[in-house]
């Protein structure tokens, strides 16, 4: 069964601090993929990335950044130079192609990120 | 089409009554998921359409619960007989298997009270 773990429930940074979001998963597919979705205070889930297992070059989208490494099944969020926009909560997911097609994604408990001015 | 909605966004029911949600997902989008959210949680698979067929539902849609999408348009999901745990964020997404991204769009979902 998959399983997505994100062990840091909640992280405070002062505003142009660096932060790392992590997520750990659990799949006996070979075939997979990873997300990472925002959450802000209006409730809407953001779409942010998406990565399929056997791509595991990294990826940087402005300050956003994603480490994706398979030997230790975890696909950690990076954002560089955070500003008080950026709090909200993160959320990690994981869909297993063997699910039929439906690629329903288990999510993560969220890590809620609050940065402070 | 700006993306998903969804009504009520926010709905307060007395214990023991029906409420009814609905969804209108991308308009390009064949697949239609329902989630449900509580406080501290990442969201929750209830059920999940391909076109009006329903494909899939999680042991956690009990007999209460009921998702219809009837023209492989919008999808209505309804609770009979509400309970105070039924109280939660009630998120719908919607995606596409022809642009196999398979990214799901969310939602600002329908938040239930129930007192």
């Known amino acids: 069964a998959q399983k997505v773990t994100q062990a840091q429930t909640e992280i405070s940074v002062v505003e142009k601090e660096d932060v790392t979001l992590d997520c750990v998963y659990e799949?006996?597919?070979?075939?997979?993929?990873l997300f990472w979705y925002k959450q802000p205070p209006s409730g809407e889930l953001v779409f942010l990335i998406r990565?399929?297992?056997?791509?595991?070059q990294n990826e940087i989208s402005g300050r956003y950044s994603w480490n994706f490494q398979k030997s230790t099944s975890s696909f950690n969020f990076t954002i560089t130079a955070s500003q008080v926009v950026d709090s909200a909560v993160y959320f990690c997911?994981?869909?297993?192609?063997?699910?039929?097609?439906?690629?329903?994604?288990?999510f993560g408990r969220g890590t809620s990120l609050i940065v402070h001015p | 089409d700006t993306g998903v909605s969804q009504d009520p966004r926010h709905k307060i029911t007395k214990r023991g009554q029906n409420v009814t949600f609905r969804c209108d997902p991308i308009?390009?989008?064949?697949?239609l998921y329902w989630y449900r959210q509580t406080l501290g949680q990442g969201p929750e698979f209830l059920t999940y359409?391909?076109?009006?067929?329903?494909?899939?539902k999680s042991r956690l849609l009990s007999d209460r619960f009921s998702a219809e999408r009837p023209k492989g348009s919008f999808s209505t999901l309804e609770i009979q007989r509400t309970e105070q745990g039924d109280s939660a964020m009630y998120l719908c997404?919607?995606?596409?298997?022809?642009?196999?991204?398979?990214?799901?769009?969310f939602g600002p979902g329908t938040r239930l009270t129930v007192l």
């Open positions: 990565r399929n297992s056997f791509d595991e």
């Open positions: 997404a919607s995606s596409s298997d022809v642009i196999f991204t398979n990214e799901q769009f």
């Open positions: 308009s390009e989008h064949n697949r």
């Open positions: 359409f391909q076109n009006e067929a329903q494909l899939e």
């Open positions: 997911a994981l869909s297993e192609a063997s699910s039929g097609g439906s690629y329903i994604p288990t």
């Open positions: 799949t006996r597919d070979t075939t997979y993929y």
